[in-house]
């Protein structure tokens, strides 16, 4: 969900224009808001990409009510004249619905002079107050109000497991179980998390701050401050001190708050986690129109063949003495076993049981690899865009004969997922090189939520490819030592005839032909897997 001042902004605003296509939205709209609010000075303008850069937002000073018109579709979806409309667009008529109760209910300001941060938290609580309110005024707003909270709520609420975040996430969730917008049962695995980053003492104090929100007159603005106030001396925050808002460490990964709200969001939208974390990074990480596709090599496919037999070898490497169970003899007779198939025998069924377990020479258990490459797709690397666009695609290969999981991730002013896991693409998806390398750190955390690749069980290991001219190189170091420590490898193949930086807790490789990086990846990966 949008910061809650992003979408209730004093001030003159920028008219948003209408297309025709719209216009009919927003003048039902316009006609319809008086129910909701009560009052009758109120327009609403429906357009794509209004808002102000938020879903909705309400200016009061304009007495007016914006909604992006992304979440409705298409302007003949529904008709908004009528009022079974609204269950054809749940998500924008929740959006109106909220504006509505900030039109009704905020009609406080903060003072001149007031700590950003204590502002911050009054808009917070700002958020399940107005709800709440417009509940008690219009029972069933509850159910618009409530798809609205489940739909834009974005696990990026909760970036790091720390009070401040934990906090936020409480007032965003917990204070609506309050404000009897969402239940206890559907935000059960968020309040466990913020529990145990907060403690019980804590989160029950920042219940009661909310609790007295809830029941603070719509005019009272020093109350939703000292309010706020409280907030912040409950999570150990001097606003004198420190008067903005805490930001997250983008050196740190995410944690437990991101799990439980990834977790939550999944359940509303009707999804297992793992398909919903799989639209979103589709949605968020696809690759840019401009890369072309093509067919691969015979090149690329002996390549791939090659490396899938290497690493089935290195899987296979030094067999050790072992038992395993037989049908028939010779061996070692397992009594219990014996008895089991006799009896399937006598039912007339098919014996599963092994009675015999014999003596052999099998290849010792290996822990399935898990590769991450992460590629530097910015203007200085363009060299090795060709070459790892192979790269990509002969891992994908390889991998899927050879049990192993990889993925291939571009990094340049954006992030590309380039080979999801466990997938073994037809084409192959060339990279452009373009701009600076300003999201390695998203593209190492997407590695990681793909990868599991801090989870131990598992052979790991993050392969990167970058000339290490990042913009935030401490922040970098310390995901990069957080993946060590957690006992993945990091391999770093830096091109030899650029400037670049060193990281540490790294095995870093100054490589002098684009090639050799791909060869220097595979053997990597299958002296990992003998040596595991």
């Not at 452009?432 to 999201?439: D, L, V, Y």
């Amino acid at each position: 969900m949008p910061h809650p001042r992003t979408h209730l902004q004093a001030g003159t605003a920028t008219t948003t224009a209408v297309g025709p296509d719209w216009q009919g939205w927003s003048d039902a709209w316009t006609g319809h808001i008086p129910v909701l609010t009560g009052r009758d000075d109120l327009t609403v303008t429906v357009a794509l990409g209004a808002g102000g850069g938020a879903p909705a937002c309400f200016y009061p000073d304009e007495r007016r009510i914006e909604v992006d018109a992304t979440h409705i579709g298409t302007p003949d979806v529904a008709n908004p004249r009528r009022a079974g409309h609204k269950k054809l667009v749940p998500t924008a008529y929740g959006l109106l619905v909220h504006e509505a109760a900030h039109a009704s209910h905020s009609h406080w300001r903060t003072p001149p002079g007031t700590p950003p941060v204590v502002a911050a938290v009054a808009e917070l609580l700002e958020e399940s107050r107005i709800e709440h309110r417009q509940r008690s005024r219009r029972r069933g707003d509850r159910r618009w109000l409530r798809h609205t909270v489940t739909t834009l709520i974005s696990p990026d609420d909760a970036p790091v497991d720390d009070p401040w975040h934990a906090g936020h996430l409480a007032g965003l969730l917990l204070a609506r179980v309050d404000a009897r917008i969402v239940t206890a049962k559907d935000i059960k695995g968020v309040r466990a998390a913020v529990t145990a980053i907060l403690g019980r003492r804590r989160l029950l104090q920042l219940r009661e701050v909310w609790r007295q929100a809830h029941s603070t007159d719509d005019t009272d603005a020093e109350q939703m401050i000292d309010l706020a106030w409280r907030w912040c001396r409950i999570l150990g925050i001097d606003p004198w001190q420190q008067s903005q808002p805490p930001t997250p460490d983008p050196g740190v990964f995410a944690g437990r708050l991101a799990q439980a709200l990834t977790d939550y969001l999944a359940h509303a939208a009707g999804l297992t986690p793992a398909e919903y974390r799989a639209r979103q990074i589709s949605a968020r990480f696809s690759a840019p129109a401009t890369w072309s596709r093509r067919d691969p090599t015979d090149a690329e496919h002996a390549a791939a063949r090659h490396l899938a037999a290497r690493l089935r070898r290195a899987r296979t490497h030094q067999p050790e003495p072992d038992t395993r169970p037989a049908l028939i003899p010779p061996g070692r007779l397992r009594t219990r076993h014996a008895i089991t198939a006799q009896a399937q025998r006598a039912a007339g069924t098919i014996p599963t049981a092994t009675p015999w377990q014999q003596r052999a020479t099998l290849p010792p258990p290996k822990p399935t690899l898990h590769l991450a490459v992460i590629v530097d797709v910015s203007y200085s690397m363009h060299p090795y865009a060709a070459p790892m666009s192979s790269a990509g695609w002969i891992l994908a290969h390889a991998a899927r004969s050879s049990d192993a999981v990889t993925a291939t991730i571009a990094f340049g002013s954006d992030v590309t997922l380039l080979v999801p896991p466990r997938q073994r693409p037809t084409q192959v998806q060339d990279m452009h090189t373009f701009g600076g390398s300003s999201t390695f750190i998203d593209a190492v955390k997407l590695a990681d939520e793909l990868l599991h690749l801090r989870q131990p069980g598992r052979l790991r290991m993050l392969a990167v490819v970058s000339d290490g001219d990042l913009d935030d190189i401490p922040a970098a170091q310390r995901l990069v030592s957080a993946l060590h420590r957690a006992g993945c490898a990091v391999l770093w193949l830096r091109p030899a005839d650029l400037d670049g930086h060193t990281f540490t807790d790294t095995t870093t490789v100054l490589v002098a032909d684009p090639v050799q990086a791909i060869d220097h990846i595979a053997g990597a990966a299958v002296t990992a897997l003998e040596q595991a």
